[in-house]
């Protein structure tokens, strides 16, 4: 039996049919109905890596017409929480966010990717706290925003 989660599973699947990525974006949100707010495309996932994209549109803006903060949160959250789901060994471990810190480096007036990435192979360990940074890229391939996102890793009893 593999040791793989349900999500990286789903995902292998999905990826190669047509809109698969899409159709993989939307069960992600269905299964964490918040992150739908923002419409979310993943367009990468494999262990140690989540790729995925926000489009600039009015539903994500701040007053001043760019992605609100808080959106670039979420997005980093998203894409930390689906590569973390999709690395650590499900038999065995558990995972859940505990904290992030962020900056914001730039407005975002584009759409914005984001890239969540940790080094593998790792060793993973009961009650750890596993610091996944994240970095969010506009459009022009310019660097707006970072996060480390804090996921506590327990082991399964």
């Known amino acids: 039996m593999s ?20 159709l993989f974006s939307k069960a992600v949100c269905f299964k964490a109905p918040y992150f739908g707010s923002m419409k979310p495309y993943i367009f990468d996932l ?10 600039n549109r009015r539903s994500v803006h701040n007053h001043i017409g760019t992605i609100h903060a ?11 929480g689906v590569m973390v789901d ?18 914001y480096l730039a407005k975002v007036d584009t759409d914005v ?4 990435e ?19 890229y506009n459009t022009h391939n310019e660097l707006v925003f970072t996060a480390d996102i804090t996921m506590y890793i ?3 009893k």
């Open 3 to 22: 040791n793989k989660s349900a999500l990286l599973k789903t995902w292998q699947k999905f990826k190669s049919l047509p809109c698969g990525n899409w």
């Open 46 to 55: 494999k262990e140690g890596h989540c790729s995925a994209v926000v489009k």
């Open 70 to 80: 808080i959106a670039q949160c979420n997005l980093a959250e998203l894409c930390a």
């Open 86 to 103: 999709a690395t650590v060994p499900v038999k065995t471990h558990r995972w859940i966010p505990k904290g992030m810190t962020v900056q």
């Open 113 to 116: 990717t984001a890239i969540a």
């Open 118 to 136: 940790i080094d593998l192979p790792h060793v993973w360990v009961d009650k750890e706290d596993l610091i996944v940074p994240v970095k969010l």
């Open 154 to 156: 327990t082991e399964k």
